[in-house]
C-alpha cells in the first residue's frame, strides 16, 4: 500500500543551523506530495507542496524538491530560527484517492 | 473566513460515556476527514466523506460514527468511550482529490 516514511526526531539544532529532514514515498502512481507544520497546540497547516515530478515547493524559506526518481520530498531551509520549532509531517495523497497518509511526524527543537 | 470549526477544545469523559465531536467548515468543501493523533503514531484516518450523505471507514474505525447530512457538518460520535480513545482528534476538509486539507485546532480527548 502507500506509505510515507521521514526521519525520526527530535531534531535539535542552534539558530541559523541549515535544515534538512528526510521523507521517501511508497505508491503506486503519481502522488501529490505535502509537507505540514503543526505548532504547539495548534492544528496541522499546510507549509508547502508539489504536484508532479521534478516541481519545487517552497514557503517561509522551506524547500522540498519532488524526486520521483529516489521517491523522495525532502525538507530543507538554509537558516533556521527559534520560532521554526514545531512538529512537522510529510504526507501524500494519490490523485484519485481520498484520504491523506501522513508519516509519523518529526519534531524539530532550535535553540537559541 | 473561520475555515474548520471544531468543538470542544478539550474534554474528559468517564469510559462507557457516549459523546459528539463538532466539526464544521465554511469553505464549501466536498471532502472531510476525521484524525487522531497519538504520540509517535501520526496521524491516522479514522472515517472520511467525499459529499453530503456519503461516509467510509478509514484505518482505525472502530467505537467510532460519523454522518455527513450536510456539506459544512461532519460529527465524530463515539459510543461508548474508553481509555484507549484518548487521544487529540482533528477534523480536516479539502476541495478534492489531489489537494492539500485545511484543519481544526483539534480536539483534547482524555477518557478516565
Known amino acids: 500500500g502507500n506509505s510515507v516514511t521521514q526521519m525520526e526526531g527530535p531534531v535539535t539544532l542552534s539558530e541559523e543551523a541549515f535544515l534538512t529532514i528526510n521523507c521517501t514515498y511508497t505508491?503506486?502512481?503519481?502522488?501529490?506530495l505535502f509537507w505540514y507544520v503543526q505548532y504547539p497546540g495548534e492544528g496541522l497547516q499546510l507549509l508547502l507542496k508539489a504536484t508532479k515530478a521534478d516541481d519545487k515547493g517552497s514557503n517561509k524559506g522551506f524547500e522540498a524538491t519532488y524526486r520521483k526518481e529516489t521517491t523522495s520530498f525532502h525538507l530543507e531551509k538554509g537558516s533556521v530560527q527559534v520560532s521554526d520549532s514545531a512538529v512537522y509531517f510529510c504526507a501524500l495523497r494519490m490523485n484519485r484517492d481520498d484520504k491523506i497518509i501522513f508519516g509519523k511526524g518529526t519534531r524539530l527543537h532550535i535553540l537559541p | 473566513n473561520a475555515g474548520v470549526t471544531q468543538t470542544p477544545k478539550f474534554q474528559v469523559l468517564k469510559t462507557g460515556q457516549s459523546m459528539t465531536l463538532q466539526c464544521a467548515q465554511d469553505?464549501?468543501?466536498?471532502?472531510m476527514s476525521w484524525y487522531r493523533q497519538d504520540p509517535g503514531m501520526g496521524l491516522r484516518l479514522i472515517h472520511y466523506s467525499v459529499g453530503a450523505g456519503i461516509t467510509d471507514q478509514g484505518e482505525v474505525p472502530n467505537g467510532y460514527n460519523v454522518s455527513r447530512s450536510t456539506t459544512e457538518d461532519f460529527p465524530l460520535r463515539l459510543l461508548s468511550a474508553a481509555p484507549s480513545q484518548t487521544s487529540v482528534y482533528f477534523c480536516?476538509?479539502?476541495?478534492?482529490?489531489?489537494?492539500?486539507?485545511?484543519f481544526g485546532q483539534g480536539t483534547r480527548l482524555t477518557v478516565v
Open positions: 469553505m464549501n468543501h466536498e471532502y
Open positions: 505508491a503506486t502512481g503519481y502522488p501529490s
Open positions: 480536516a476538509s479539502s476541495w478534492g482529490m489531489n489537494t492539500e486539507a485545511f
